[in-house]
């Protein structure tokens, strides 16, 4: 566990989230600030700043990720989804916990801003 990250704080219920599913492994709850009808993050419960660093240390727990990604989004019945992992200040990543984006429920243009 990291000092001072949202998501380890989550992950160990000291900080309320809309927790959608669980295994013993990843936590998957909704984004404060939706950016689609489904908006979900998934996260390791262990603490790594990004996705290539999970990968270093935990790459199975990638491949889990990916498939409580996939799980979430058709327990809302969408069969097409986006995820995204944004690594690194300047595409856009703001808590430093790998987290995946699971996005459903609208159209989803390409290229993203
Ligand atoms: P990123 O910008 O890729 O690092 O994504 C971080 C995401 O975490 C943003 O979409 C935020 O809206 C979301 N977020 C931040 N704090 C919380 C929280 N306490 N509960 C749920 N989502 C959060």
């Not at 689609?36 to 390791?44: R, S």
């Not at 979430?72 to 019945?77: F, L, Q």
Request: charge should be negative; charged fraction near 20%; hydrophobic fraction near 45%.
């Amino acid at each position: 566990m990291a000092d001072d990250c949202v998501f380890c704080e989550i992950v160990a219920g000291r900080i309320p989230a809309d927790v959608v599913h669980e295994t013993a492994t990843v936590v998957a709850f909704r984004d404060l600030s939706p950016q689609a009808p489904l908006h979900v993050l998934v996260v390791p419960r262990e603490h790594a700043v990004d996705a290539a660093e999970l990968a270093d240390h935990h790459p199975d727990r990638l491949a889990e990720l990916v498939k409580v990604a996939r799980d979430v989004a058709a327990e809302s019945g969408h069969e097409s989804y986006r995820l995204v992992f944004n690594t690194g200040a300047e595409a856009g990543q703001s808590v430093f916990h790998t987290h995946l984006h699971v996005l459903a429920g609208r159209v989803l243009t390409w290229p993203p801003g």
